[in-house]
């Protein structure tokens, strides 16, 4: 059982509306009907619709070694215990799916690792293995694999029964496999029968347990997206197409960044919408309407997905490494770059650095690729702002720099589960190589809380703190209160030299504080001037932290209380000759100075502070040379 505050906050962020009609609802599906009116006889599967994809092209360079984080191996050449965490080896009981806390640790381990072998990403890859190399042994351990989970694990009696994107993305990648198999001519009847009736029990499952109201972000998406694909796969209907391209809608601002305001989950995002649009495509079904209404807002999401990655990559907000479909034995595998490469297929774009089309894109599209868009000239990054959604990329190309600024909310206008508290937050990245960085996201099992708070926390991102708190105040490790953007007063862009100034009142009502950073970017000299406005609006006397992330990888020339000088000839100085700056590296008590490139890792960073005290108005800010 989860605690009583975990549910006192979560009810916290929820409508009164939603907890009697919807929750209630949710209550009673789960416990009631789906446990004892819903019909679980899955033996009557339907036939697959007429599939116009192939995959003939192209030889699948299989690998049976399946990584989780980094931090385990998998072999898929061998027995996959189903109710066992790879990591940790703690093993699960059965029982019905709402009786599990998965945030118990002792028990179950980070069910994040049996969720992600659960996933079945690499089943789609061991067919393209059998059709297109003629592996046997391939074909074999996908029959022992979807046997064994058939098997071992009881429906909605287990880990693997209690998350409908977990649920969703291994139907998806059940799908796949199933469409690849029956284009080969697979003669395997009992195989073939044994993933409809998975996928079948995956569709019951999430039809009853969509994610509704305050869990409509990604979760919802997925499952929606799962949903459709049967449809399209198995049935002549368009109600659960038409909610997920709906659902996609709504999802994504008119400026193109989804809302939830992280990068990573923008490509999960983005992900969802490729299949489905790609599968109703190679199906024929006549959807160009609602098709076409997406165009321009698919085609503005590969736009800021481009800005993320051009010059170096940007991370805004949580990442957890996800992914829809993931060829997991290519090691160079950059998922943002093929899901540029998605949108190029689908919408003659050319966002990807290149254009080799990798196996993600391979089973997503088969040989129906245009050989028009490999023919397009590479898009340039300019500089830009995505004003619905409060973001702005800023280039010096001939030094190969980037500048991002944050003037967003925290996160989506739901929970802000994965909003990051980086309001009026900067990065810089030279050469490819990030300078000044967001740190991360790490984690998100309850037992790293501390660290979960701290990498989302105001310290983890160059931006200013007052009194040590955040921009709003956590609730749960995937809620926050709402937030509201900050307010873009200018933007001028004119001679090489962009000005922007910006104001944040999150800490007005609290503190009585408004805190306005202005920056000037002149290009030509290679200079960033911060000017930072403290306004005291009444008057009391406050604690300032104005913050910078330095990634740990380079390396300090000199390190002084008003000058940082890297390594890259990045120098940075502040500008009221009252301020000082403090390092820290490591720190545990208060958690400060560390850095995570990827979920599952962290490392000691770098982390600089301008404190002061103030009982007024009060300036400060940094001058950056590279």
């Given at each position: 059982?989860?605690?009583?505050?975990?549910?006192f906050?979560?009810?916290?962020?929820?409508?009164?509306?939603?907890?009697?009609?919807?929750?209630?609802y949710?209550f009673?599906?789960?416990n009631?009907?789906l446990?004892?009116?819903?019909n679980?006889?899955?033996?009557?599967?339907?036939?697959?619709?007429?599939?116009?994809?192939?995959?003939?092209?192209?030889?699948?360079?299989?690998d049976?070694?399946y990584d989780?984080?980094?931090k385990?191996?998998?072999?898929?050449?061998?027995?996959?215990d189903?109710?066992?965490?790879?990591l940790t080896g703690?093993?699960?009981?059965?029982m019905y799916?709402?009786?599990?806390?998965?945030?118990?640790?002792?028990?179950?381990?980070?069910?994040?690792?049996?969720?992600?072998?659960?996933?079945?990403?690499f089943?789609?890859?061991?067919?393209?293995?059998?059709?297109?190399?003629?592996?046997?042994v391939s074909?074999?351990?996908?029959?022992?694999?979807?046997?064994?989970f058939?098997?071992?694990?009881?429906?909605?009696?287990?880990?693997?029964?209690t998350?409908?994107i977990?649920?969703?993305?291994?139907?998806?990648?059940?799908t796949?496999?199933?469409?690849?198999?029956?284009?080969a001519?697979?003669?395997e009847?009992?195989?073939i029968?044994?993933?409809k009736?998975?996928?079948?029990k995956?569709v019951?499952?999430?039809?009853?347990n969509l994610?509704?109201?305050?869990?409509?972000?990604?979760?919802l998406l997925?499952?929606?997206?799962a949903?459709a694909?049967y449809?399209?796969?198995?049935?002549?209907?368009?109600?659960?197409i038409?909610?997920?391209?709906?659902?996609?809608?709504?999802?994504?601002?008119?400026?193109?960044v989804?809302?939830?305001l992280?990068?990573?989950?923008?490509?999960?995002?983005?992900?969802?919408?490729?299949?489905?649009?790609?599968?109703?495509?190679?199906?024929?079904?006549?959807?160009e309407?609602?098709?076409?209404?997406l165009?321009?807002?698919?085609i503005?999401?590969?736009?800021?997905?481009?800005?993320?990655?051009?010059?170096?990559?940007?991370?805004?907000g949580?990442?957890d490494?996800?992914?829809?479909i993931?060829?997991?034995?290519?090691k160079?595998f950059d998922?943002h770059q093929?899901i540029?490469?998605s949108v190029?297929?689908?919408?003659k774009?050319?966002?990807?650095?290149?254009?080799?089309i990798d196996?993600?894109n391979?089973?997503?599209?088969?040989d129906?690729?245009?050989?028009?868009?490999?023919?397009?000239?590479?898009?340039?990054?300019?500089?830009?702002v995505?004003?619905?959604?409060?973001?702005i990329?800023l280039?010096?190309?001939?030094?190969?720099?980037?500048?991002?600024f944050?003037?967003?909310?925290?996160?989506?206008?739901?929970l802000?589960?994965?909003?990051?508290s980086?309001?009026?937050?900067?990065?810089?990245t030279?050469?490819?190589?990030?300078?000044?960085?967001?740190?991360?996201t790490?984690q998100y099992?309850?037992?790293?809380?501390?660290?979960r708070?701290?990498?989302?926390?105001?310290?983890?991102?160059?931006?200013?703190a007052?009194?040590?708190?955040?921009?709003?105040?956590?609730l749960?490790?995937?809620?926050?209160?709402?937030?509201?953007?900050?307010?873009l007063?200018?933007?001028e862009n004119?001679?090489n030299?962009?000005?922007?100034?910006?104001?944040?009142?999150l800490?007005?009502k609290r503190?009585?504080?408004?805190?306005?950073?202005?920056?000037?970017?002149n290009k030509?000299?290679?200079?960033i001037?911060?000017?930072?406005?403290?306004?005291?609006?009444?008057?009391?006397?406050?604690?300032i932290d104005s913050?910078?992330?330095?990634n740990?990888?380079?390396?300090?020339?000199k390190k002084?209380?008003?000058?940082?000088?890297?390594?890259?000839?990045?120098?940075?100085?502040?500008l009221n000759?009252?301020?000082?700056l403090?390092y820290?590296?490591?720190?545990l008590?208060?958690?400060?100075?560390?850095?995570?490139?990827?979920f599952?890792?962290?490392l000691?960073?770098?982390?600089?502070?301008?404190?002061?005290k103030?009982a007024?108005?009060?300036?400060s800010?940094?001058?950056?040379?590279?």
């Amino acid at each position: 059982m989860k605690s009583i505050g975990f549910y006192f906050n979560r009810i916290k962020s929820i409508s009164l509306r939603e907890l009697l009609l919807y929750r209630t609802y949710q209550f009673i599906n789960q416990n009631v009907k789906l446990k004892y009116f819903v019909n679980k006889d899955f033996s009557k599967i339907k036939s697959v619709n007429n599939n116009l994809v192939s995959w003939k092209s192209t030889a699948i360079d299989f690998d049976s070694n399946y990584d989780i984080f980094e931090k385990v191996s998998v072999n898929l050449y061998g027995e996959i215990d189903w109710l066992s965490d790879p990591l940790t080896g703690k093993r699960h009981s059965l029982m019905y799916f709402t009786l599990y806390n998965k945030q118990n640790y002792e028990l179950y381990g980070d069910v994040k690792y049996l969720s992600d072998i659960g996933r079945f990403h690499f089943l789609p890859f061991m067919a393209l293995d059998y059709a297109n190399n003629g592996s046997t042994v391939s074909l074999d351990y996908i029959e022992k694999h979807v046997s064994n989970f058939s098997k071992n694990v009881k429906f909605l009696h287990s880990i693997h029964w209690t998350s409908g994107i977990e649920i969703a993305i291994r139907n998806i990648n059940f799908t796949y496999t199933l469409l690849i198999l029956e284009k080969a001519d697979c003669k395997e009847a009992n195989l073939i029968k044994e993933l409809k009736e998975l996928i079948v029990k995956g569709v019951t499952f999430i039809k009853n347990n969509l994610s509704l109201y305050s869990s409509a972000n990604n979760h919802l998406l997925a499952e929606l997206c799962a949903l459709a694909m049967y449809n399209l796969i198995f049935e002549k209907q368009s109600k659960y197409i038409r909610m997920f391209l709906k659902e996609v809608d709504s999802q994504f601002n008119e400026d193109g960044v989804n809302f939830e305001l992280s990068t990573g989950y923008h490509a999960e995002a983005l992900d969802y919408a490729v299949v489905v649009i790609s599968m109703i495509k190679h199906m024929g079904r006549d959807l160009e309407f609602e098709i076409h209404k997406l165009r321009h807002k698919l085609i503005a999401a590969g736009s800021f997905l481009f800005h993320c990655e051009a010059f170096g990559p940007s991370h805004f907000g949580d990442c957890d490494d996800g992914h829809l479909i993931y060829p997991f034995m290519d090691k160079k595998f950059d998922y943002h770059q093929s899901i540029l490469q998605s949108v190029d297929i689908l919408y003659k774009t050319r966002y990807c650095k290149e254009f080799d089309i990798d196996s993600r894109n391979f089973l997503i599209f088969g040989d129906n690729v245009d050989s028009e868009v490999l023919e397009k000239e590479a898009e340039e990054p300019n500089d830009i702002v995505f004003d619905d959604s409060g973001y702005i990329f800023l280039y010096d190309k001939p030094n190969s720099a980037k500048f991002t600024f944050d003037f967003g909310a925290i996160g989506d206008n739901l929970l802000s589960a994965h909003g990051h508290s980086d309001q009026l937050a900067f990065t810089l990245t030279i050469n490819g190589e990030p300078v000044i960085v967001d740190n991360g996201t790490f984690q998100y099992h309850e037992r790293y809380k501390d660290l979960r708070n701290y990498f989302r926390g105001i310290y983890a991102h160059n931006t200013i703190a007052v009194n040590g708190e955040n921009h709003a105040k956590i609730l749960t490790r995937m809620s926050w209160t709402k937030t509201n953007k900050a307010i873009l007063h200018k933007y001028e862009n004119k001679n090489n030299v962009v000005t922007i100034s910006a104001s944040s009142n999150l800490f007005e009502k609290r503190f009585g504080i408004i805190i306005v950073r202005n920056i000037e970017y002149n290009k030509d000299d290679s200079n960033i001037f911060i000017f930072d406005e403290i306004i005291n609006v009444e008057g009391k006397e406050v604690v300032i932290d104005s913050i910078l992330n330095i990634n740990p990888s380079l390396k300090q020339i000199k390190k002084a209380n008003n000058k940082l000088v890297l390594e890259n000839g990045v120098v940075i100085e502040v500008l009221n000759k009252r301020d000082e700056l403090s390092y820290f590296s490591g720190n545990l008590n208060p958690i400060l100075g560390w850095y995570s490139d990827k979920f599952e890792h962290k490392l000691e960073g770098v982390t600089v502070i301008n404190k002061f005290k103030t009982a007024e108005n009060r300036k400060s800010g940094y001058k950056i040379t590279y």
